[in-house]
């Protein structure tokens, strides 16, 4: 199954924001969630936000509501992640991932099927 997780990420000064956007092309949408993770250096991989494709619910890690908003467009099978007003601490590497509904719990990195590589993030102050 194709899965990837396109470029996106960057450099920006706080404040500022940057959009992922991850594609599965190979998947049925209604049968997975999509979402990211995040790990910085010395840090353990944590959950950010998730989309679930059976009933479109989206979550978010506490430290990004109300900044970060999570989409899909199913046409073409792509879940984005938009990110504003970006603070130093989200600095990080991000992953999308996937796994099949039902059968994960959510942000819990051992229940995910596919991994997209990553892609760097970098919010200087």
């Known amino acids: 199954l194709r899965f990837s997780c396109r470029r996106g990420g960057g450099s920006v000064q706080a404040g500022g924001s940057l959009r992922l956007s991850c594609a599965a092309p190979g998947f049925t949408f209604d049968d997975y969630g999509i979402g990211w993770f995040r790990q910085a250096p010395g840090k353990e991989r944590e959950g950010v936000s998730w989309?679930?494709?059976?009933?479109?619910?989206?979550y978010y890690a506490d430290s990004v509501k109300g900044r970060f908003t999570i989409s899909s467009d199913n046409a073409k099978k792509t879940v984005y992640l938009q990110m504003n007003n970006l603070k130093v601490e989200d600095t990080a590497v991000y992953y999308c991932?996937?796994?099949?509904?039902?059968?994960?719990?959510?942000?819990?990195?051992?229940?995910?099927?596919?991994w997209g590589k990553g892609t760097q993030v970098t919010v200087s102050s």
């Open positions: 989309f679930s494709g059976d009933d479109e619910s989206t």
């Open positions: 991932a996937t796994a099949v509904v039902g059968d994960y719990d959510l942000f819990d990195a051992d229940d995910m099927d596919y």
